[in-house]
T-cell receptor
Framework: AQKVTQAQTEISVVEKEDVTLDCVYE???????LFWYKQPPSGELVFLIR??????QNEISGRYSWNFQKSTSSFNFTITASQVVDSAVYFC????????????FGAGTRLFVKA | NAGVTQTPKFQVLKTGQSMTLQCAQD?????MSWYRQDPGMGLRLIHY???????DQGEVPNGYNVSRSTTEDFPLRLLSAAPSQTSVYFC?????????????FGPGTRLTVT
């Protein structure tokens, strides 16, 4: 069975602080894909990044960075110098090779960035 | 391209009523899915389809039916609505040929069952 755990339900930071959102996953597949999505207060789901299980290279995109560690089954997301516009719910998701084409989401982490 | 569209945006039903949530995509995506979003529970997969004529159950399929007669459309049917089905429903689609590709989500349908 596949599972995604986002243990942090809510995080509150002050603008310009760095914040890391944790994601731990479980899968028996040796090939799998991980995703992060953002859901701002307006409600739509916005794709942020994808990573396959063979690519452990960390990625940086502006103030966003992702740390993928297969050894700990984690795919953490860091926002550097957070801004009020970063306030949103962030979801981590997993898609394996077994079980069809299903993508399983974590419960999400709600991030509040205060001015 | 309109992307993934969902109708209606809002709906109020009484217990026992039936309705269909519509989802359409114009990107020729083979894979489509329905999720429900409830506070503290993230997005839970209801049903999904890997192509026209093929559907399968997700994590929480009870109380919902789907069909996929065309590549473009993937309606979700509630046969007898219950208050437990009050939720926000998202439809999503993606290419099947590359599992690495992300899903595109519709704007959601907010359903209230009284």
């Amino acid at each position: 069975a596949q599972k995604v755990t986002q243990a942090q339900t809510e995080i509150s930071v002050v603008e310009k602080e760095d914040v890391t959102l944790d994601c731990v996953y479980e899968t028996r597949d040796t090939t799998y894909y991980l995703f992060w999505y953002k859901q701002p207060p307006s409600g739509e789901l916005v794709f942020l990044i994808r990573r396959n299980s063979f690519d452990e290279q960390n990625e940086i995109s502006g103030r966003y960075s992702w740390n993928f560690q297969k050894s700990t089954s984690s795919f953490n997301f860091t926002i550097t110098a957070s801004q009020v516009v970063d306030s949103a719910v962030y979801f981590c998701a997993l898609r394996g090779l077994t079980g069809g084409f299903k993508t399983i989401f974590g419960a999400g982490t709600r991030l509040f960035v205060k001015a | 391209n309109a992307g993934v569209t969902q109708t209606p945006k809002f709906q109020v039903l009484k217990t026992g009523q039936s309705m269909t949530l519509q989802c359409a995509q114009d990107m020729n995506h083979e894979y489509m899915s329905w999720y429900r979003q409830d506070p503290g529970m993230g997005l839970r997969l209801i049903h999904y389809s890997v192509g026209a004529g093929i559907t399968d159950q997700g994590e929480v399929p009870n109380g919902y039916n789907v069909s996929r007669s065309t590549t473009e459309d993937f309606p979700l049917r509630l046969l007898s609505a219950a208050p437990s089905q009050t939720s926000v429903y998202f439809c999503a689609s993606s290419y099947r040929r590359d599992r690495e590709l992300e899903q595109y989500f519709g704007p959601g349908t907010r359903l209230t069952v009284t």
